[in-house]
Antibody, heavy 118, light 108 residues
């Protein structure tokens, strides 16, 4: 059974850093396109980042230069390193597995809430 | 960046009736469009991909149509558990991957 379990969210001050983790089971992270998608409170879905099987990464303009997506193949885990956090980064962050090498997402984690506030 | 626009923002339909949700892309996305359902406090669930292919385990009352810039999600014979927010997403030109702003479906 495919499962994605995020962790690492919490309350952080503006300018701070946080690393989110997404532990996967039932499939191999490195063999799939993986993404982070976020949802601000009461708002819609916003794509954040993707990592390809090749290791190539892409980011939304809103997080480029501040966030880094990565994976640990030995732990079958996806990460999102978030630096220079801003109030507008406050959201539930979901990791998601892409289906069939196109970024349509067939499995999602339960989400982890990041709150950026002083 | 391809902008996805959904309409209406909110739709209220009686049980057993049909709901029709629309999604328009600012430029052609071919058939590279997905629909998701999100219930309160839950992660999104993939319903449709390739504009018209139901994902695994999705009931046949959910159907998608369209290509290019105009797409429709139809839910026939609405049930109470279909109350949710529905999002479309294009994956033809990325990055960025873009979502519509959502349609809230209420069951009367």
């Amino acid at each position: 059974e495919v499962q994605l379990v995020e962790s690492g969210g919490g309350l952080i001050q503006p300018g701070g850093s946080l690393r989110l983790s997404c532990a996967a089971s039932g499939f191999t992270v490195s063999s799939n396109y993986m993404s982070w998608v976020r949802q601000a409170p009461g708002k819609g879905l916003e794509w954040v980042s993707v990592i390809y099987t090749t290791g190539t990464t892409y980011y939304a303009d809103s997080v480029k230069g501040r966030f880094t997506i990565s994976r640990d193949n030995s732990k079958n885990t996806l990460y999102l390193q978030m630096n220079s956090l801003r109030a507008e980064d406050t959201a539930v962050y979901y990791c998601a597995k892409a289906y069939d090498f196109w970024p349509k997402f067939d499995y999602w984690g339960q989400g982890t809430l990041v709150t950026v506030s002083s | 960046e391809i902008v996805m626009t959904q309409s209406p923002a909110t739709l209220s339909v009686s049980p057993g009736e049909r709901a029709t949700l629309s999604c328009r892309a600012s430029q052609s996305v071919s058939s590279n469009l997905a629909w998701y359902q999100q219930k309160p406090g839950q992660a999104p669930r993939l319903l449709i991909y390739g504009a018209s292919t139901r994902a695994t385990g999705i009931p046949a009352r959910f159907s998608g149509s369209g290509s290019g810039t105009d797409f429709t999600l139809t839910i026939s014979s609405l049930q109470s558990e279909d109350s949710a927010v529905y999002y479309c997403q294009q994956y033809n030109n990325w990055p960025p991957i873009t979502f519509g702003q959502g349609t809230r479906l209420e069951i009367k």
